[in-house]
Structures are given as structure tokens and as C-alpha cells.
């Protein structure tokens, strides 16, 4: 079906087309894209709100434009993501520009950064040393330090493809003080370092990896969702290294998937964290897991550097 519509997309190519004709064109042909995505590309390529469409459909379009317009269509056709084809992704009040080279930030990892900035204890000391663990597009930290400007906040990743995304994020809110490092988690860094580390890492196994439906699999990058056999791996790896490198009263906030409240409050809990909460999202999931590191915990005097 839309292989058929874009053949007669050809034959009208070079004809301007008013906006209610070209979004009956884009419904018609169909494909894997929801007719709200489309909307969506639709007023992204024209300048407009939404909910302004309705009130445009008899504004003309040029065929350059109509052209670009049709040829995102097509990708959302084919089952990629819209962030993918606008280029660009809302987080909290950021807008932030995400590709193929990291994962779509999610709605529920607003909720983390909220979690973050009501902690009031993990403000109190001036210029304190907060770290995000696997940066990816550079959402979390960027928030983080756009809301408080005077914290001294790090990104991480093992991706330098990514960083290099994230620092172009960063870039549009020269407000924002941040230091960018690639780095495989935490690895290397002395104890009593941070004053806070936060983390969405992959967390999905293997077998959950090969589940995922392709307008995930088949686009976001691989690295960025799945931890290995279990999922818990690299939030394992960062729960005994931060163990280590968290000052006194540091704390620890982890994302984690549906099912791994229990494993990760338990891998907290043995690291020595204290005042450890499971939380859920909007959803009503488990979600999230903070803890409190008061003392270094048994796992704290193991050589994180090698870990």
C-alpha cells in the first residue's frame, strides 16, 4: 500500500499541494506510522502547533517541502522512531537532539531527574559533585544542571559517538556547567568523589532484547538497552562502584526495568546503602531505586578501578 502511494507521490512531484491534501495523502497511504505521528511531522515541517493543523489545511505547500515532508513519512512507514525522523526529543523543558547513535529519552526518566532535584539534602552543600552514569544524549545530566547551575555536575559514557551528541545538546544551554568524559561507568575514579550518582543504564537481558518490537530493536542502539543474560549487570557494576566513590550521605538514584525492584534494592542493600526506597513511575511500576550511602559498605574497600 505505500509503495503504491508513492508512486503516484511521484507523479504529482513538483506540484504545490495545500496542507489538507497532503495530510489526506499521508493517511491514505498508510504504514507502520500513527496518524498522530504524522500529524506531528506534519507541524514540525510546517512551524506549527498540532492542534494548529486543522486551521492550515488550506495553506499551500511548496513541492520542495512536500518532498521532505513525504519522504518522512515513508520513515515513519518503515517503523522508525519519530524522534529519529524529526531529529529532535522533548525532556522536561529541553529540547534535545537525539539520532540512531543514542537511545530516545523516555517520559519516566523526567520522573528521576524530579526525584534528584526534590532531594533537598543533595543540594545543601555548595558546588557539590553530582555524576550521570551512561549519558546517552546527554537528557538527565543536561536537565540536572540547566535547574541547578551552580552544582558541579559530570556525564559519563562509554560511547564517545554519544558524548559527542551530548555536548552538541549541552552547547544550546551555554547556562549549563558540565563536564563530559568517556569512561566505562565509573571505573577509575578515587572514593569519596561524587557527591550523588545518578543512572539509567541498560537494563533489559538478552532474551527481552530479542522480544522488543522492531521500532525498537531495529533502530536504537543495541548498547544503550541491553545489560547482558539477566539485565542487571552494568547496574550491578555501578552499585559497587559508587558504593566506593559516594562521600559520606551520598546518594544513589537508579532506573530500572518493571521487574527488578526486589534484585536492585537487595544489590543496594548488600553494598551498604542505607534508607534504600523502591518507588514507581506514573505507570505504576517499580521504577526506581535510591539509596543512601552513610558508611562505606562491605563491597566499598573492593578495587572498583578493576571493577
Known amino acids: 500500500m505505500w509503495r ?13 499541494v495545500t496542507v489538507g491534501a497532503l495530510w489526506a495523502e499521508l ?11 504524522l500529524e506531528w511531522l506534519l507541524a514540525s515541517h510546517l512551524g506549527c502547533a498540532r492542534l494548529e493543523l486543522t486551521v492550515r489545511r488550506a495553506q499551500e505547500v511548496g513541492p520542495r517541502l512536500a518532498a521532505r515532508i513525504r519522504a518522512g513519512a515513508g520513515r515513519l512507514a518503515a517503523g522508525e522512531p519519530l524522534a529519529y525522523v524529526l531529529g529532535t526529543a522533548a525532556f522536561r523543558d529541553l529540547e534535545l537532539r537525539v539520532d540512531r547513535r543514542v537511545l530516545i529519552p523516555r517520559p519516566e526518566t523526567e520522573q528521576l531527574v524530579d526525584l534528584v532535584l526534590a532531594d533537598a539534602a543533595r543540594w545543601a552543600r555548595p558546588g557539590g559533585r553530582l ?6 544524549s546527554g537528557c538527565i545530566a543536561l536537565a540536572l544542571a540547566v535547574a541547578r547551575p551552580a552544582a558541579d555536575i559530570w556525564a559519563v559514557d562509554c560511547s564517545r559517538r554519544a ?16 563536564t563530559f568524559q568517556a569512561n ?8 569519596g568523589h ?3 550518582v545518578v543512572a539509567n543504564l541498560p537494563y533489559i537481558s538478552s532474551a ?10 531495529g533502530y536504537e542502539p543495541r548498547r544503550a538497552l541491553e545489560s547482558g543474560p539477566t539485565g542487571l549487570e552494568l547496574i550491578a557494576r555501578c552499585v559497587r562502584q559508587a558504593a566506593r566513590q559516594l562521600r559520606p550521605a551520598g546518594g544513589l538514584y537508579l532506573e530500572i526495568g518493571a521487574d527488578q525492584g526486589a534484585a536492585v534494592t537487595a544489590l543496594l542493600n548488600h553494598a551498604g546503602f542505607e534508607r534504600v526506597r523502591c ?13 543512601v550511602q552513610t558508611a562505606v559498605g562491605p563491597l566499598g574497600q573492593e578495587n572498583v578501578t578493576h571493577a
Open 4 to 16: 503504491t502511494g508513492w508512486r503516484r507521490w511521484a507523479r504529482v512531484r513538483g506540484r504545490r
Open 27 to 37: 493517511e491514505q497511504a498508510g504504514g507502520n506510522g500513527s496518524g498522530r505521528d
Open 131 to 136: 555524576v550521570e552514569v551512561g549519558t546517552g
Open 163 to 178: 558524548l559527542a551528541l551530548a555536548r552538541r545538546n549541552a552547547a544550546a544551554y551555554p547556562g549549563a556547567r558540565l
Open 184 to 191: 566505562d561507568l565509573l571505573r577509575g575514579f578515587p572514593a
Open 194 to 196: 561524587w557527591d550523588a
Open 208 to 217: 527481552e532484547y530479542a522480544a522488543l518490537p522492531f521500532s525498537v530493536r
Open 279 to 291: 518507588l514507581r513511575d506514573w505507570a505504576d511500576r517499580d521504577r526506581f531505586v535510591l539509596g
